[in-house]
Each structure stands twice: as structure tokens, then as C-alpha cells.
Nanobody
Framework: QVQLVESGGGLVQAGGSLRLSCAAS????????IGWYRQAPGNQRELVAQ???????NYADSVKGRFTISRDGAKNTVYLQMTNLKPEDTTVYYCNALISSSLGGGTYDYWGQGTQVTVSS
């Protein structure tokens, strides 16, 4: 069993910064892709930022230059540093990871419970 636990959400004024963390625990052999999605009410869940096992990153156009994703392999943790936050960044952020639990085993998609980010104008 694998768990993703997010932290770091909260309330911040426009222009401020927050750092989200997501720690993976449990039966983990390899974390392939890991990243962050967000979903506003009535909208589809969208990719915010993702980092691969090789360290390549991918960002939504709306956050490029403002958000930075990084990972600590030793801690099985991914971070999302968010700067110059805007009111439109307000929503729930979800951690997502593609994880293998054993050598030669299958790769499965896991989600965290979500953390609320609220940016006031």
C-alpha cells in the first residue's frame, strides 16, 4: 500500500508565496513521475507541474516562471514552490505519483487527499 500525504496549503495574499510538500510512503520500489494537479469546482483536474524520475519537468503555461517543482529522492518527497500567487491559483491541489512497488511489478497511479490553496486579492 502506498500513501501520498500533502502539506503546505493555506491562505496567502496575492503576490505571496507558498510551498507544498507531498511525501510518499509505503511499499515503494520506484517513483516514476510525480507531480501536482489542481481542480477548481466545476472544472476538470489539470496538471500544474510534474517531474520525472530522470528529473525532467513539465509545467502548465499558467504557472511557468512562477512555480518550481523539485523532488528529494531520498525522502520520496516532491515540493511545489509557488511564488507571485494570483487569486486564480485558488483551488485544491492534489499530489499524483506513478509508483512501482517491486522490481518487475506493475506501475500504479496514486493520489493524495488534496490541500487547499487560497489566494486573496
Amino acid at each position: 500500500q502506498v500513501q501520498l500525504v500533502e502539506s503546505g496549503g493555506g491562505l496567502v495574499q496575492a503576490g505571496g508565496s507558498l510551498r507544498l510538500s507531498c511525501a510518499a510512503s509505503g511499499s515503494i520500489f520506484m517513483i516514476k513521475n510525480i507531480g501536482w494537479y489542481r481542480q477548481a469546482p466545476g472544472n476538470q483536474r489539470e496538471l500544474v507541474a510534474q517531474i520525472t524520475g530522470g528529473g525532467s519537468t513539465n509545467y502548465a503555461d499558467s504557472v511557468k516562471g512562477r512555480f518550481t517543482i523539485s523532488r528529494d529522492g531520498a525522502k520520496n518527497t516532491v515540493y511545489l514552490q509557488m511564488t507571485n500567487l494570483k487569486p486564480e491559483d485558488t483551488t485544491v491541489y492534489y499530489c499524483n505519483a506513478l509508483i512501482s512497488s517491486s522490481l518487475g511489478g506493475g506501475t500504479y497511479d496514486y493520489w493524495g487527499q488534496g490541500t487547499q490553496v487560497t489566494v486573496s486579492s
